[in-house]
């Protein structure tokens, strides 16, 4: 139905061998690496290891649609290799620079960044030499409605003054991050959606004091959730990216293919989960008889399956209408691949916890942490009920057009 094509398949058949030779072995590697430095947000040297080997194999950039970066594959070609890395989410898009925000963040730097904040920014990010943050959410207001937005950014001749506090900036607490992508209030008078804007911030400007990193469920991810706060911080004309006042448009463009990537890598934990707890279940005995044999975790497994692949032809589907509409015209699939995807994933997830009984719930096995990952996933990119919001506002519409009311 979503046939991959030729390069696609060289490319998915590479990903899949780096998998199994590199990534997968690695695992316990970077956890004695991270257990012995006593510091969340160490950066261990098998990241580096295995994004030298990923260049030597030519795995780098997959996402990037553009040929001047990167190898160039369309939505759906890159689809089924998100999915593969998030098999191994902690390890394989770094390794391969494939990673959000770095991912959302290049593209914008690609499409509306200038040469300046291209041979300063975009060049090393795409050499992995450095990493960045995304900064927009914040503690004070609902940030689910992105207009509700409040920190200021006020010209002052050649310059802006940015003050306000960001929160959930993911990748701020990364031990190479450099820059921040920000986005705030150029004109609050201005239209709803014409208010905001994006500028381009050095996290050593000063008056950028990152807070602390936010835990999620307890666990301090590597590349840190910072509450970044700014005080009357100082950044010149040439940081907007675009211009004033597409800060909206200038979202959508990144949120769409970001979507995807995350949507892809969420089937890809669900099946990691899925051959776990397979496993764990054929392996286990209880009251005289292997756990596998038990009606209803076959019933997990069956419905496992079905609900996997429901997810993974919609997110392909909605990758193949970007690809061939545009992002405007896929937003329903988009929207709704958002919903579905996290949503299969947390309840394969949850289902093969069980199955592990306490060993679950640890640290022996990924499980716990794909679990919290995926809960955050509802939130991130937009809470489910924004995306059940767009898609019921346009199926409203649509049923009003066919009876001839618009």
């Known amino acids: 139905m979503y046939e991959l094509s030729a390069k696609a398949e060289k490319y998915q058949d590479k990903l899949l061998a780096f998998m199994d030779e590199h990534i997968y072995p690695a695992e316990p590697v970077y956890a004695a690496q991270m257990a012995e430095s006593g510091d969340p947000h160490f950066h261990p040297p098998v990241i580096e290891e295995l994004k030298t080997e990923a260049k030597k194999r030519g795995l780098w950039n997959l996402f990037h649609p553009h040929p001047q970066w990167g190898p160039g594959l369309t939505n759906l070609e890159y689809a089924p290799l998100a999915e593969i890395m998030g098999r191994s989410a902690h390890l394989a898009p770094e390794a391969t620079n494939c990673n959000a925000p770095d991912t959302g963040n290049m593209e914008v730097l690609t499409l509306f960044g200038t040469e300046e904040h291209k041979e300063k920014w975009l060049k090393p990010l795409l050499d992995g030499e450095i990493a960045s943050a995304f900064a927009m959410t914040e503690p004070a207001v609902a940030s689910s409605d992105a207009s509700n937005i409040q920190m200021r950014m006020e010209r002052d001749g050649d310059t802006y003054v940015l003050n306000g506090r960001k929160w959930w900036t993911s990748n701020a607490l990364h031990a190479h991050c450099k820059v921040l992508i920000v986005m705030g209030k150029t004109d609050p008078e201005g239209p709803a959606f014409r208010q905001q804007s994006m500028m381009v911030v050095p996290l050593d400007t ?64 669900a099946e990691r989960a899925l051959d776990l707890m397979i496993d764990r279940a054929q392996s286990r005995t209880t009251f005289g008889a292997p756990v596998a044999e038990r009606a209803n975790i076959q019933d997990w497994i069956a419905e496992a399956r079905i609900e996997i692949d429901m997810a993974r032809l919609l997110t392909l589907k909605a990758a193949y209408l970007m690809d061939t509409v545009g992002n405007k015209q896929a937003r329903t699939e988009i929207a709704a691949i958002k919903v579905a995807a996290p949503e299969v994933a947390l309840k394969v997830v949850d289902r093969a916890i069980q199955v592990h009984g306490g060993a679950g719930v640890s640290d022996d096995f990924p499980l716990a942490s794909m679990y919290a990952h995926l809960r955050t996933l509802r939130l991130a990119d937009g809470p489910d009920e924004v995306h059940k919001r767009t898609i019921a506002r346009r199926e409203l519409r649509r049923r009003e057009i066919e009876r001839g009311e618009r």
Do not use: K
């Open 206 to 269: 000063p008056g950028v004091t990152v807070l602390r990193g936010l835990p999620v469920f307890g666990y301090q991810d590597r590349e840190g959730h910072a509450e970044v706060l700014f005080e009357n911080v100082r950044v010149p004309r040439t940081a907007l990216l675009a211009g004033e006042g597409d800060g909206f448009m200038i979202s959508q463009a990144r949120l769409g293919p970001g979507r995807i990537h995350h949507c892809m890598r969420s089937v890809g934990m």
